[in-house]
């Protein structure tokens, strides 16, 4: 059996999200430069420039891209050799804290919907625990900002409603988001499963690699029809109209229930940042 160090977990939990406030991926980077070239109203083309020189800025300056740092969200897959002698989901949430403390980035979090007391922290993540073989620990982080989560939507279709349901809700959850999603956008799409798996699924596919492919075909062809079809909204780059409302759109399906349609709209801005690490766990008696 294998293991990882509580510190290597919080150490690496606290680089991967100040790492994911200052530095936009790269890909996502060309992809921005690329829409620009592309862009066909000229507000719009001015707004991805500036985009693209606020995140120069945030990477050179050590600096958040955005005043809001977000949810911390982790997925988390971990080999099935590996062991943990200590609470892994506490771990985490010490990384966060360190991280948001030392990075300097806002605590977004409150301990009740209700009440609104800031944890003052950003803790308690959202972690999400999967199991892979091996004796690997993959993370991915993201600090999820609040404007694009707040216009993402779920909804039960009936069988019935098929893929023209499916296209309908997605083009209109991304045009009621307008500019408060902040756009261009990364749309991620969650289609089948229930009620929770649908709105998982969504979130996964926004951790999805921007220039990968959906797993089969049926999801492929949707998600360059809904991109096709969202950059012909006018949404434009924060809303202001234009030809750039999303850089990608990510569908990930599940098998479902005869009577059931669940789509799930994950919108993801702009600043979409994310990071991911893969740790190898010790022999244990390395460990001792
Ligand atoms: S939606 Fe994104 S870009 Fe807009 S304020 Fe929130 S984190 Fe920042």
Redesign the pocket.
């Known amino acids: 059996m294998y293991t990882i160090k509580r510190k290597t977990i919080i150490e690496t939990i606290k680089d991967l999200f100040i790492d994911s406030a200052y530095n936009l991926d790269e890909k996502l980077v060309s992809s921005l430069k690329k829409a620009k070239q592309s862009e066909t109203n000229n507000l719009g083309k001015n707004i991805l420039d500036r985009i693209i020189d606020n995140q120069e800025i945030a990477r050179n300056d050590d600096i958040p891209l ?1 005043q ?1 740092t ?1 949810v911390s969200v982790v997925f988390l897959e971990i080999g099935r050799e590996l062991i943990f002698d200590y609470d892994l989901e506490e771990a985490i949430n010490v990384g966060v804290r360190r991280g948001y403390i030392d990075g300097f980035l806002r605590k977004s979090i409150v301990k009740h919907p209700l009440n609104r007391i800031n944890t003052l922290d950003n803790t308690p993540a959202i972690v999400h625990f999967n199991f892979i073989p091996g004796n690997k620990l993959i993370i991915h982080v993201a600090p999820k ?4 989560e707040n216009m993402s939507r779920l909804k039960m279709l009936s069988p019935s409603e098929g893929e023209a349901g499916v296209i309908d809700f997605v083009l209109d959850t991304v045009k009621k988001a307008g500019g408060k ?2 756009p261009p956008l990364i749309v991620g799409v969650g289609i089948g499963g229930n009620f929770e798996k649908s709105a998982l699924l969504a979130k996964q596919a926004i951790f999805r690699s921007i220039d990968d492919n959906a797993k089969n075909e049926v999801d492929q062809k949707l998600e360059k029809l809904l991109l096709e079809k969202i950059n012909k909204l006018n949404v434009g780059p924060m809303g202001l109209g234009g030809t750039t409302t999303a850089l990608a759109v990510k569908v990930n399906s599940f098998p479902c229930h005869i009577a059931s349609l669940p789509v799930a709209v994950n919108l993801q ?3 979409a940042r994310k990071k991911e690490v893969t740790l190898i766990g010790k022999k244990i008696n390395n460990t001792n």
């Open positions: 955005c809001d977000g900002g609040g404007g694009s999603a902040c801005c702009h600043s």
